[in-house]
Nanobody, 124 residues
Framework: QVQLVESGGGLVQAGGSLRLSCAAS????????MAWFRQAPGKERDFVAA????????YYADSVKGRFTVSRDKAKNTVYLQMDSLKPEDMAVYYC?????????????????WGQGTQVTVSS
C-alpha cells in the first residue's frame, strides 16, 4: 500500500501563489506516476498535473499550463504543485494520486492510491 498526505492548501487572493505538497510513504516502487487532481463543489474530479517519478517528465491540463508547476524530491518522497497566478476558478479540493503504471493517464481510474485532499480557496 501507498499512503499519500497532502498539505499546503489555504486561502489566497486571486493572482497569488500557493505550493501544495504530497508526502508518500509505505510501499515504494521505482517507476510510477504522481498526479494532482482537483474537485470543485458539484463538479467532477479533474486532472491537473502529473510527473513521472523516474524520468521527471511532466504533464499538465490546458487550464493550468504556464501557471502551475509539478515537481518531485526523491530524497523526501514528496511531490509538489506550485500554483502561481491563481484564479477564482482554481478553487477546489486538491488531491494527490499515485499510479504504479508507467503509462501516463488523466483518468481517475488510472490512479489506485489517493490522499485525503487539501482545500484551496481563491478570493476575487
Amino acid at each position: 500500500q501507498v499512503q499519500l498526505v497532502e498539505s499546503g492548501g489555504g486561502l489566497v487572493q486571486a493572482g497569488g501563489s500557493l505550493r501544495l505538497s504530497c508526502a508518500a510513504s509505505g510501499r515504494t516502487f521505482r517507476r510510477y506516476i504522481m498526479a494532482w487532481f482537483r474537485q470543485a463543489p458539484g463538479k467532477e474530479r479533474d486532472f491537473v498535473a502529473a510527473i513521472s517519478w523516474s524520468s521527471g517528465s511532466t504533464y499538465y491540463a490546458d487550464s493550468v499550463k504556464g501557471r502551475f508547476t509539478v515537481s518531485r524530491d526523491k530524497a523526501k518522497n514528496t511531490v509538489y504543485l506550485q500554483m502561481d497566478s491563481l484564479k477564482p476558478e482554481d478553487m477546489a479540493v486538491y488531491y494527490c494520486a499515485a499510479s504504479d503504471d508507467v503509462v501516463f493517464t488523466t483518468t481517475r481510474e488510472g490512479y489506485p492510491y489517493w490522499g485525503q485532499g487539501t482545500q484551496v480557496t481563491v478570493s476575487s
